[in-house]
């Protein structure tokens, strides 16, 4: 079986600074992992994914997020946070026939 | 091009009642999925349709069913509903059933208030 663990449920910067937020997964084998984004009152939209290539994977809008089979991670980082990266984010694990989601941690940027 | 679209957004049912969610994918889409968004749960999958045919099913009661018709849309039944029932209802949908363990493509929900 898969689990993803967000390790916080609410994250807050300052417009301009790096963000970081965390997710640890637990996976029986060699797992895809993915980080999803969902704005308020809109669906959610893939970010980015891992698919047992390059450790490191870039996504959309800046941000990117490294594998690290050793520590079971798969943390999202950003240089620089901007206003309208004001949303909930989710860590996702691809299991045999679903995918099991984080509960999500919520970003807020402030001025 | 459209994306995965979500009828009605918003409803309010009471306790014991049953309802019915609606859902389009995006056109060429074969794959749907349900999932319920509670408040601090995060997303829990529910339902599963592939060309006609539930091919997989979440952690829920028998009174959570669905189907999918020959265009592919999608309907989400629950029957006897109960105050916890209230959540977001998420539909996704993805071009065929391998390519949904990539990615998938979400509508805005229907919000659903059990009172």
């Known amino acids: 079986a898969q689990s993803v663990t967000q390790l916080d449920s609410h994250v807050s910067v300052s417009e301009g600074t790096p963000v970081l937020l965390r997710c640890n997964y637990s996976s029986s084998y060699s797992p895809s992992l993915f980080w999803y984004v969902q704005h308020p009152n809109k669906g959610l939209q893939l970010l980015l994914k891992?698919?047992?290539?390059?450790?490191l994977v870039k996504g959309i809008n800046g941000f990117e997020a490294e594998f690290k089979k050793s520590e079971t991670s798969f943390h999202l980082t950003k240089p620089s946070a901007h206003m309208s990266d004001a949303a909930e984010y989710f860590c996702?694990?691809?299991?045999?026939?679903?995918?099991?989601f984080g509960k999500g941690t919520m970003l807020l940027v402030s001025p | 091009e459209a994306g995965v679209t979500q009828s009605p957004t918003h409803l309010i049912k009471t306790r014991g009642q049953q309802v019915t969610l609606r859902c389009s994918p995006i056109s060429g889409h074969t794959s749907v999925y349900w999932y319920q968004q509670a408040l601090g749960l995060g997303l829990q999958f529910l339902l599963w349709y592939d060309e006609g045919e539930e091919r997989n099913r979440g952690n829920f009661p028998p009174r959570f069913s669905g189907r999918q018709f020959p265009n592919y849309s999608s309907e989400l039944n629950v029957n006897a509903l109960e105050l916890e029932d209230s959540a977001l209802y998420l539909c996704?949908?993805?071009?065929?059933?391998?390519?949904?363990?990539?990615?998938?493509?979400f509508g805005p929900g229907t919000r659903l208030t059990v009172l």
């Open positions: 996702v694990v691809r299991g045999y026939s679903t995918l099991t």
């Open positions: 996704a949908s993805s071009p065929d059933q391998t390519s949904g363990l990539n990615e998938q493509f």
């Open positions: 891992y698919t047992s290539a390059a450790t």
